[in-house]
Antibody, heavy 121, light 106 residues
């Protein structure tokens, strides 16, 4: 069974870069059966899909974040990471990582517990 | 980008009721739609994938239907543990997108 765990700073200053890592156990990030995704949820609001990466297909980003966002994979650590630059208070959210299983359809079958990131000086 | 619109945004119901939530895509997404349940302070949980396929371990009182642009999640015989927020999400094309959510409350 897959397990995912987010890690990273809980607070980031405005204009700086938010960096999070998701450690995967129970599968390999190089598996072609999975996309590895990031989803965020501002306090009291709904879910926002922000991006995903597939080991061979590459990275895919929410259009409005594309200029600030990078998602990468580290096969040696079996992790995938998110970097979001030039953050503002609007980027304050709980960030979830998830595994999107890909066969005849695509769906997020496993999720991390989420980590709250606050953007504040 | 594909926009997902859920309705209603909230619904009041009682134990034993039937609840129907709809999700509309701004363009056709075949059956590439999933439904998730989220309880406060928790990660979302997959309920339905491929518009109508029940995830392993999810009670059969949950069901999904639809294809193209219009989809429905139905909860029959609502149980106390079903009071939560429900989200649809399209996975037909990148960037993926979620609906705004439907809160099911007592």
């Amino acid at each position: 069974q897959l397990q995912l765990q987010e890690s990273g700073p809980g607070m980031v200053k405005p204009s700086e870069t938010l960096s999070l890592t998701c450690t995967v156990s129970g599968s390999s990030v190089s598996s072609t059966s999975y996309y590895w995704g990031w989803i965020r949820q501002p306090p009291g609001k709904g879910l926002e899909w922000i991006g995903a990466i597939h080991y061979s297909a590459g990275s895919f980003y929410k259009s409005s974040l594309q200029s600030r966002l990078t998602i990468s994979v580290d096969t040696s650590e079996n992790q995938f990471s998110l970097k979001l630059g030039s953050v503002t208070a609007a980027d304050t959210a709980t960030y979830f990582c998830a595994s999107y299983f890909y066969d005849n359809n695509v769906y997020a079958d496993y999720w991390g517990q989420g980590t709250l990131v606050t953007v504040s000086s | 980008d594909i926009q997902m619109t859920q309705s209603p945004s909230s619904v009041s119901a009682s134990v034993g009721d039937r609840v129907t939530i709809t999700c509309r895509a701004s363009q056709g997404i075949r059956s590439w739609l999933a439904w998730y349940q989220q309880k406060p302070g928790k990660a979302p949980k997959l309920l339905i994938y491929g518009a109508s396929n029940l995830q392993v371990g999810v009670p059969s009182r949950f069901s999904g239907s639809g294809s193209g642009t219009d989809f429905t999640l139905t909860i029959r015989n609502l149980q106390p543990e079903d009071f939560a927020t429900y989200y649809c999400q399209q996975a037909d094309s990148f960037p993926f997108s979620f609906g705004g959510g439907t809160r099911v409350e007592i």
